[in-house]
């Protein structure tokens, strides 16, 4: 039986974010927004609708008189990612038998 994907990691900008900090932890927007080539605005989208979940936590200081972002994985996004992970292996070994 195929396990139901997560909709809000569905959405292929939202997992490319939750992926890279699953490996960094923490990460500045001008990094995610270099790594995922996405638009200012839309990476802020998405980081919106993840912080909503709880996916992420969203930190904005400042550096040198300029706005800083950092983003950092939650344990409930980290879950989420390892569940959706899980729900896609359904799918890729049903495809294998």
């Known amino acids: 039986m195929f396990k139901i994907l997560n909709p809000i990691l569905h959405n ?21 927004k270099e790594k995922t080539a996405a638009s200012s605005g839309n990476l802020s989208v ?26 950092r994985i939650t344990d409930t996004g980290k879950q989420a990612f390892l569940e959706y992970v899980e729900a896609l292996e359904t799918y890729i070994n049903k495809a294998d038998k």
């Not at 997992?15 to 500045?28: G, M, P, Y």
């Not at 998405?46 to 983003?71: H, M, W």
């Open 46 to 71: 998405q980081i919106s609708k993840l912080k909503d979940i709880g996916y992420i936590a969203v930190e904005k200081t400042f550096r040198d008189n300029f706005p800083l972002t950092t983003c």
């Open 12 to 32: 292929q900008l939202r997992l490319a974010i939750v992926s890279l900090l699953i490996s960094v932890e923490e990460a500045e927007f001008k990094y995610l």
